[in-house]
T-cell receptor, first 113, second 109 residues
Framework: NAGVMQNPRHLVRRRGQEARLRCSPV?????VYWYRQLPEEGLKFMVY????????ESGMPKERFSAEFPKEGPSILRIQQVVRGDSAAYFC???????????FGSGTRLTVV | EDQVTQSPEALRLQEGESSSLNCSYT??????LFWYRQDPGKGPEFLFT???AGEEKEKERLKATLTKKESFLHITAPKPEDSATYLC??????????FGTGTRLTIIP
């Protein structure tokens, strides 16, 4: 069991470019969550997805951010027209059901220059 | 809105010096309280889930306890490899986890 796989580990984008972050959940897990972590701050919830459905996106900025978890393939967090304030560590987690603890990936560290 | 407050922000202990980390919470309908460990540059690693007041769980030198308003992570005779940031999170009826900002624990040999 490979755990939650995130790629890339590090991503550098210029202001205005698009960032695509990928997350492959633990095999058999159908619940995926995305969190953002800024230096010296806690993990902030962004979005909760199940296969082909967004369950809760209350933590996602209304503009430029989108997420998907297709029937086949990894979950994608997409940030359009990145700005410096988007620089952060983005963590993906998965679980078999909503009542179980999450398994986190190692994160993608996005730097906007 | 669910809230989690962890204290202290940072804690330095000598090797073998036992102590406790605190997690205070307010939540509408607690489904579970979670403890994670996070090492620098890595994702959080699951430690414990507690579901109801009075529950306790242990793993090696760590023991987590839960009351209706707070949880404690007790660390007994810590070793340098226990140095990490310890995160507390609550899950309510909306299913997402709300995290505290963590306690950064340093164990000095």
């Amino acid at each position: 069991n490979a755990g939650v796989m995130q790629n890339p580990r590090h991503l550098v984008r210029r202001r205005g470019q698009e960032a695509r972050l990928r997350c492959s959940p633990v095999k058999g897990h159908s619940h995926v969550y995305w969190y953002r972590q800024l230096p010296e701050e806690g993990l902030k919830f962004m979005v909760y997805l199940q296969k082909e459905n967004i369950i809760d996106e209350s933590g996602m900025p209304k503009e430029r951010f989108s997420a998907e978890f297709p029937k086949e393939g990894p979950s994608i967090l997409r940030i359009q027209q990145v700005v410096r304030g988007d620089s952060a560590a983005y963590f993906c987690a998965s679980s078999r059901s909503s009542s179980e603890g999450y398994t986190f990936g190692s994160g993608t560290r996005l730097t906007v220059v | 809105e669910d809230q989690v407050t962890q204290s202290p922000e940072a804690l330095r202990l000598q090797e073998g010096e036992s102590s406790s980390l605190n997690c205070s919470y307010t939540v509408s309908g607690l489904r579970g309280l979670f403890w994670y460990r996070q090492d620098p540059g890595k994702g959080p690693e699951f430690l414990f889930t507690l579901y109801s007041a009075g529950e306790e769980k242990e793993k090696e030198r760590l023991k987590a306890t839960l009351t209706k308003k707070e949880s404690f992570l007790h660390i007994t005779a810590p070793k340098p490899e226990d140095s990490a940031t310890y995160l507390c999170a609550v899950q309510s009826s909306n299913e997402k986890l709300t995290f505290g900002t963590g306690t950064r624990l340093t164990i000095i040999p």
